[in-house]
């Protein structure tokens, strides 16, 4: 398991705008998954022809509240979802940036969500 | 469907300044629903007209908290309403800024809504 | 009503940093009710008397996120409180600014949620 | 009972620097209550004393959102705290800064509180 | 009990850059607990091996809103979970700063929690 500790050792650190807002995450973070959109976004090939602001970080056309738990999901592999926020919404990001698992587990939650809802409906 | 890879595409960044609070998006998003205000905008002709703050983002007076679910709508064509958040709030923006699909989504929502309440308070 | 398409005439944007936190607003939406204090603060003869910050904004010693249902209120004439806020701080800013259509809609709404919450115990 | 205007006569304003987020106040409002270390915190003698920050706010080593409530009170002399927060929470910042009234509301309101839960469980 | 006063003598500050966002906070807070990495963080033969961003915090690839929990309780000793958040987030920064009290009482609520909703359900 991953601890604080490992943040002693140098990381690339990458800067992310989603929507307005500054993110900061690491390189090793943003890789997790290489089948996401995260992952491309940082391979160095890639530094010319992404879009960034004048601070350095890319650019990302997306909500920033419901950005936090993929990025935190990458972080830790659990999927940690505010009481405030809509799976729908974590969904819809989960996709876009096509994160698998996280897609996986929305699906999971929404289902099991609908049908605790449904029976609690015919009682 | 529209996935991160899509950021590839080198993209016309638009800044707004929404009541004090910084968004990011694009030309494609604010473009997506041609009858909307933010449609009009961000048109080429319009950019005398139209008001910029010192970092160049243009000058709304409306909440940025309520304007979040609009821009996601633009974004991903889903309407996703944080459980703090009322729909009345959601449906002055929708129709001050005249997206269409998100005023007809929000009196939906709030007729189900109210229908809910009172079957319940009947019963 | 009022529309975004309005915003296309050249506004005279007000900036207030209220208690640390800036917003953005115009002269239109402060003047809306002639009896409140913000009505006052953009008097043009009003200029030399108040405080501003380094950003010309108007200095304001109150919350800010209480502040924000009372601002959208001149901006639109609806009163949307978010779920997680209680009514009782709406009303303390709705007092202070002297907003008198807010103070009425405040204590009518805590009035019905105390019926309400006193009927649910009798039963 | 204080309302807007009275911002109109020239306040000595405070920045104060919560945990890393940026508050504003004016002097009158930390003086509220002489007992409290917000009152110690702004007396002339102690400028040389307290450490500051490059924007000339106190340093603070306490959580903001938690002080919300308590700066909000000494405004305006009520304790509100949002939905969303824990009176434990408040309580332990009150009682850091040594507010007398705000300790004493938070007791009676978690005693209330607890009660209440109390007799529904025993129900 | 620590109380504000105490702030009066000369603290040695420590910024932290949390995954984009800033927070303020003292030598004296992440030292409370020697096992945490937080602890080491901020030891002084460690300045050169860590990171910094361009203001002088430490740079750390995690999320803002659950580090939050985390620092208060090294500043107070509580552990004050707001109500919009889930404990499984608690724990899992608490894992990964390693203060090992925070893990125990997540652990403790979460059982806790599980075991009432199970009741209840079993009724």
Known sequence: KC??????????WVKLNVGGTQFL???TSLCRDPKSFLYRLCQEENDLKSDKDEN?????DRDPEYFRPILNY???GKLVVDKSQELE???????????????????????LRDDVHHQSNVK
């Open 74 to 76: 990458l972080r830790h």
């Open 25 to 27: 995450t690491t390189k």
């Open 89 to 111: 919404g974590v969904l819809e990001e989960a996709e876009f940036y096509n994160v698998t698992e996280v897609i996986q587990i929305c699906k999971e939650r929404i289902k």
């Open 56 to 60: 350095g970080a890319y650019l990302i």
């Open 3 to 12: 601890t604080g500790d490992d943040l002693q050792l140098k990381h690339t």
